[in-house]
């Protein structure tokens, strides 16, 4: 029987949303969520830390198997195909950033797409569009149960708390759970929540996403067998509440609400141009744009003429990393990230390799930056900024400041970068029927027969053709 109260109202939203109130802006914006998802998960399958997981999911087998994204002829056990594609998907912090902050794509689209091929009626286009915005929508309501939980993090990583419980949601919508099991899916994940900021900027953070895709799955598929958690896990503090100091929860009205409105419908994500942590983005245009007053001044860029580079950044220690030793802490290095745009005019996936974070002349320039933390600068994705002051050896100084960098939601990506995006670190793994495959599929989801369809595309590696390639394609639609 379903309890009232909060968690109640989540169960009984999870189980009565439809799919006549999705709205237009909401379909076009998680498209765009989930094709992004799917190319930087692509691109992640070539990351050692992938690699690592593949390797110890491999020793599992079941009776079901769904497939590994960017692998010819592998699957694994559903949690397992989940969690390695998780992992993939945030293996470079290439991946989607909301607000209040978390990674929210993650781990909801790995736990479907490992789902859908397992059950009897194969779900739909527009069963996994549905589905993927409940696991959406949870995270945007439990985020906003604390005034904490918007600012950039301090003590966990957002998604290994709110991930695994959108994971949940989405996982029993689209097994079709009754709205106790849908309340006792979000119990059974809460007791799953939960990771160190202290494993950021480390090989474990892509686990954290990885973790959050496979036990919200599992969470959903136990309550479909009966387990039962807390029915009051979000009610109390010492439930789901445990994570913030602020927590004040309130109820999820559902189906049968006039009222209910998608919180993606007015809050957009940002998508990365840089695999990097969201707020270096800030750096590395406020550091290009400081490059080109210099180079507009003396004609180039020198670094024997650099006596001193400032860089003003909201207070954060996890990405206050002055020399990083690891891509990892490179990805999460105001520092590193201004150094990089500098001295290269860009940054890319390449600029995180070995050889370019041991470079002499990187660790020269890094020896010359200061950072200093204006009191005016909060610790938010929404309110942010950041400002680099290039002082030359000659006393002169260029600064510039970026306030919104290309990719946030106040200046979002146009549809043709985005897919630009996707098309680049897609390609980076699949055959061009494979990355015109996926862009189709996901462009006219709502409209496609079977989701799974998605998981033959993610397979057509490069040099690799299925036969069936043609005839899957006319059977989307």
């Known amino acids: 029987m379903l309890r009232k109260g909060i968690t109640g109202s989540f169960g009984a939203a999870i189980h009565g949303l439809n799919t006549p109130q999705l709205t237009d802006g909401v379909i076009n914006r998680s498209k765009r969520m989930m094709l992004d ?81 397992t059950l009897p009626r194969p779900p739909s286009g527009l069963d996994l569009l549905l589905a993927f915005n409940v696991g959406i929508e949870v995270q945007g309501r439990l985020m906003r149960f604390s005034r904490e939980a918007y600012s950039i993090p301090e003590r966990f990583h957002p998604p290994s708390v709110v991930g695994v419980m959108g994971s949940a949601a989405a996982s029993a919508k689209l097994l079709g759970l009754s709205p106790a099991q849908c309340a006792h899916a979000l119990a059974i994940a809460a007791s799953s929540a939960g990771a160190p900021l202290a494993n950021a900027a480390t090989q474990t953070k892509p686990l954290h996403v990885g973790n959050a895709a496979r036990r919200g799955l599992e969470a959903a598929q136990l309550a479909r067998m009966g387990l039962e958690g807390n029915p009051d896990i979000l009610d109390v503090s010492g439930g789901f509440g445990v994570y913030y100091k602020d927590y004040g929860p309130s109820a999820m009205e559902g189906s049968s609400s006039t009222d209910f409105r998608w919180i993606l419908e007015d809050q957009d994500v940002a998508f990365k141009r840089i695999p990097a942590h969201l707020g270096m983005h800030w750096a590395v245009d406020a550091a290009l744009a400081a490059r080109a007053k210099l180079v507009a001044a003396v004609g180039n860029f020198d670094l024997g003429r650099v006596r001193k580079v400032t860089l003003r950044v909201p207070p954060s220690k996890y990405v206050n990393c002055a020399f990083p030793a690891t891509e990892h802490q490179a990805r999460h290095s105001f520092q590193f990230n201004a150094s990089s745009a500098l001295l290269d005019n860009k940054v890319t996936v390449s600029s995180f390799s070995r050889a370019h974070v041991d470079r002499p002349a990187l660790k020269e320039l890094l020896s010359k930056v200061q950072v200093e933390t204006p009191g005016d600068n909060p610790p938010s994705f929404d309110q942010m900024y950041c400002e680099v002051e290039i002082e030359t050896a000659q006393g002169q100084s260029h600064a510039a400041r970026c306030d919104t960098f290309y990719g946030h939601w106040r200046k979002p990506l146009s549809q043709e970068d985005l897919v630009e995006k996707f098309s680049v670190n897609a390609s980076s793994v699949l055959c061009t029927e494979g990355v015109e495959g996926v862009i189709d599929v996901v462009g006219n989801i709502e409209s496609v027969r079977e989701c799974s369809i998605l998981n033959a595309y993610l397979s057509m590696t490069s040099g690799h053709f299925l036969p069936r390639a043609q005839e899957i394609k006319h059977a989307e639609k």
């Open 37 to 117: 998802t799917l190319g930087v998960g692509l691109i992640g399958t070539r990351t050692d830390v992938f690699k690592k997981a593949l390797a110890y999911s491999k020793l599992f087998r079941s009776d079901e198997m769904s497939r590994v994204w960017g692998q010819t002829e592998l699957s694994l056990p559903p949690p397992y195909a989940a969690f390695v594609n998780g992992i993939a998907v945030h293996s470079m912090d290439f991946d989607d950033t909301w607000h209040p902050a978390t990674h929210p794509s993650g781990a909801v689209l790995p736990a479907l797409l490992a789902l859908a091929k």
